[in-house]
Structures are given as structure tokens and as C-alpha cells.
Nanobody, 114 residues
């Protein structure tokens, strides 16, 4: 059974940093396209960052502050979040494409507050 498991969320002060990880298990096939999404209370889930066809893409609200990367040897991809703002508070989800299927993680809470 394929699983995508996020980690690294938590409480951080404004201006701080966090790194989220998404680790794949249950298959030897690699994640070819990947993305990070977030959903704040009362809002729709939105795409924050992605790597599609080897190209990185970012939502305007996080450009210059967030960075997505991957390490196939560790079966893991990451979201480095710097200069965090209170409006970045949300549950963050990873999604990976393996073959023709997409797999979601369970979500990790990120709270930015003083």
C-alpha cells in the first residue's frame, strides 16, 4: 500500500522557518511530480508549490519565501518555509504522482503565531 507521510509541522513565530517533509513508502516506483497544498479553516485547499516535469512552481503568496525540493534516494520531498507569516497558518498536505496515480498525505498543521 502506497503511503505519503508528512512531518515537520508545528508552532513557529512570525519570521521563523519550518521544513516540511513528505516521505513515500510502499512502492519502489519514484514520485515524478509532487506538490504541497494548504487549507486554512473556512478556505479551499490551495496549491502552494509544485515540481512538475522538473520545473518548480509557486503560488504568488509564497514566492521568495518557500522552496520545494526532492531527494529520491530518501524517497522524500520537502517544503522549506522561511519568513513565515500568520496567514501561512494552515494544514499542509503533500501530493505525489506515481505512474498515473496521485497519492495524498494526511496533513500536518503549521501555526504561525507570537
Amino acid at each position: 500500500q502506497v503511503r505519503m507521510v508528512e512531518s515537520g509541522g508545528g508552532l513557529v513565530q512570525p519570521g521563523g522557518s519550518l521544513r516540511l517533509s513528505c516521505t513515500k513508502s510502499g512502492t519502489r516506483f519514484i514520485v515524478t511530480d509532487m506538490g504541497w497544498y494548504r487549507q486554512a479553516p473556512g478556505n479551499q485547499r490551495e496549491l502552494v508549490a509544485s515540481i512538475i516535469g522538473g520545473r518548480s512552481n509557486y503560488a504568488d503568496s509564497v514566492k521568495g519565501r518557500f522552496s520545494i525540493s526532492s531527494d529520491n534516494a530518501k524517497n522524500t520531498f520537502y517544503l522549506q518555509m522561511n519568513s513565515l507569516k500568520p496567514e501561512d497558518t494552515a494544514v499542509y498536505y503533500c501530493k505525489g504522482r506515481i505512474g498515473s496515480e496521485h497519492f495524498w498525505g494526511q496533513g500536518t498543521q503549521v501555526t504561525v503565531s507570537s
